[in-house]
């Protein structure tokens, strides 16, 4: 997709995401997005409408489309009652990042 003044969306995107304060801002948003998506995919997997899920797991059809779309701060306990619904199991770890890398223990068994 071209904009009027010739950009792309990506080349847009790229030129945003040089200001360090707007790719922190970025960063710090993806993994709420990650979650949206997986809840998204799991549900259409299952085949279920979102007011299916809702009902299943004992809630409302909008919490589940703001949880799709990334725009609710869900709990662990939601998003394993949704994991349970679709079939799936909620698993959870923490990676080390660069700066602790020397750290591969299993921290849930520390």
Known sequence: MTSKAGRSFKDYKQELLEDVEVKQAYDALQKSYDIAKMIYNARTE????????????????????????????????????????????????????????????NLAQA
């Open 46 to 105: 299952a085949n279920l409408t979102q007011e299916q899920l809702a009902k299943r797991i004992g809630t409302r059809q909008a919490n589940i489309s703001r949880a799709e779309k990334g725009s609710s701060n869900i709990t662990v306990a939601t998003l394993s009652k949704i994991a349970e619904a679709t079939g799936y199991e909620l698993v959870i770890s923490m990676q080390p990042t660069g700066k602790a890398s020397n750290k591969s223990r």
